[in-house]
């Protein structure tokens, strides 16, 4: 079984940037990682994926601020978050799964973190 750990959630000022990370137990099972959200009264969406190889795809509400990287070795994903505005508060979860493709839908994923909470003031 996979465990994944997130951290790095915290409360920061529009405009401000943050880093979430993402640490995962084992590197077996795992090919494509990703980030998603749930703000209150909402459903859980995807903000951006990344395949073991590196190809990425990103919600279009964070396109050109967020990024998400990957170190294969060290069993990591990250998401830095910049242009911070205060509809990106949710909880952030870090979600992985054993299949090749990159997928939108929560249901593909085989592994979760127990979310980390971030926080955009006005």
């Known amino acids: 079984q996979v465990q994944l750990v997130e951290s790095g959630g915290v409360l920061v000022q529009a405009g401000g940037s943050l880093e979430l990370s993402c640490a995962a137990s084992s590197i077996l099972s795992i090919n494509v990682m990703g980030w998603y959200r749930q703000a209150p009264g909402k459903q859980r969406e995807l903000v951006a994926t990344i395949t073991r190889g590196g190809s990425t795809n990103y919600e279009d509400s964070v396109k050109g601020r967020f990024t998400i990287s990957r170190d294969n070795a060290k069993i990591t994903a990250n998401l830095q978050m910049n242009s911070l505005k205060p509809e990106d508060t949710a909880v952030y979860y870090c979600?992985?799964?054993?299949?090749?493709?990159?997928?939108?839908?929560?249901?593909?994923?085989?592994?979760w973190g127990q979310g980390t909470q971030v926080t955009v003031s006005s």
């Open positions: 979600a992985a799964r054993r299949s090749w493709y990159c997928s939108g839908d929560p249901y593909d994923y085989n592994y």
